[in-house]
């Protein structure tokens, strides 16, 4: 369990009531990783929703199959980001690969218990997935911006 107060600090959460912040408090946790830890595996299951506290992280898509493009950069995560969105968007599988790039300070939030509190709450449910939705559109214009780039 965290502190409501930590996750007050950031605007993921920022729409959330104290009742809603504890219930999150309660099924997170404080974690630290040294640099190059892979915090999440693309194609595994998606297990956790995590919040970057310090250090920076990469996302990396290898795509796989044949002529694919093998650990590809395709964006980073600064402090006070997500991460492991797709542990609370069907079918609950990672997209991409998360590793940091220094040593890291996370709050990890446990999937399954984050959906069933979104399940239970329908406010909370829509508050983190209005939230998620403006993370992954952010996600996709630097993805747009990169691909641009690339066929320049």
Sequence with gaps: ???????????????????????????????????????????????????????????????????AISNALVGSIAPGEMLGVSSIIEPYIYISSARATIPVKVVEIDGVGVRALMQADKMLGYALMSNVATAVLERLKYTQVELAAARA
């Design 1 to 67: 369990m965290i502190s409501i107060e930590l996750l007050r600090r950031y605007p993921f959460f920022s729409m959330l009531t104290d009742d809603q912040l504890k219930e999150i408090a309660m099924i997170a946790e404080e974690k630290n990783y040294p640099k190059q830890t892979l915090l999440v595996k693309e194609n595994n299951q998606a297990t956790k929703l995590i919040l970057l506290l310090e250090g920076d992280v990469d996302l990396i898509y290898s795509g796989g199959g044949e002529g």
